[in-house]
């Protein structure tokens, strides 16, 4: 099994796993590619179902005027930042 490591510089260096001479050490090398494999297929699973309930949810909401809350404007929230910045200084 060749796998391949992308280094902090940038540049990728490969290796053979199975012309490992120490069994013990290519056995340990194969079970943590095979993890490191399960976990990356985890993210990528857990990625998908929270994005389809995103969808799910914005699709449920969308129609739901009544939930709605209005932003506030800019200048509000900036006096509002100011206003807090100078109550923490007291």
């Known amino acids: 099994m060749i796998i391949s490591i992308k280094n ?25 590619i095979n993890k490191v494999g399960t976990l990356e297929t985890m993210v990528e699973a857990t990625s998908f179902a929270s994005q389809t309930f995103r969808n799910n949810l914005v699709g449920m909401l969308k129609d739901r005027e009544e939930a709605i809350v209005p932003e506030p404007e800019a200048e509000e929230v900036e006096e509002e930042a100011v206003e807090e910045s100078e109550g923490d200084s007291e």
């Open 8 to 32: 902090d510089d940038g540049s990728v260096t490969s290796w053979d796993v199975g012309k490992i001479s120490d069994e013990k050490l290519r056995n340990e090398a194969t079970v943590i």
